[in-house]
Nanobody
Framework: QVQLVESGGGLVQAGGSLRLSCTAS????????MGWFRQAPGKEREFVAA????????GYAGSVKGRFTISRDNAKNTVYLQMNSLKPEDTAVYYC?????????????????WGQGTQVTVSS
């Protein structure tokens, strides 16, 4: 079992930055591929970014590529999502997810564990 706790959400103006953190406990963090997803009001949850545990390869949704950066610190059992140049359409609840294995996926059904989510609101 893996427990995930997100933090770092909040209210920011368009063009600003936020860094989300997700701290894991319960199993060997370094064996898990980590992902970030988000869900805006009235919309389905969507993939944002992911990072493999083995070679730290990363993947991003087209809508955030070049603005968001995912990274991880295995010593701290933490994965980060640095969000720059934020837009109002980035407003959503952001979820951290984990899957055992070295391959990252953009499909949420591939992830086994989920955090409770953290709210990000970007004002125009």
């Amino acid at each position: 079992q893996v427990q995930l706790v997100e933090s770092g959400g909040g209210l920011v103006q368009a063009g600003g930055s936020l860094r989300l953190s997700c701290t894991a406990s319960g199993r060997t963090f370094s064996s898990y591929t980590m992902g970030w997803f988000r869900q805006a009001p009235g919309k389905e949850r969507e993939f944002v970014a992911a990072i493999s545990w083995s070679d730290s390869s990363t993947g991003y949704a087209g809508s955030v590529k070049g603005r968001f950066t995912i990274s991880r610190d295995n010593a701290k059992n933490t994965v980060y999502l640095q969000m720059n140049s934020l837009k109002p359409e980035d407003t959503a609840v952001y979820y951290c997810a984990a899957r055992y294995g070295s391959i990252w996926y953009s499909l949420e059904k591939k992830y086994d564990y989920w955090g409770q989510g953290t709210q990000v609101t970007v004002s125009s």
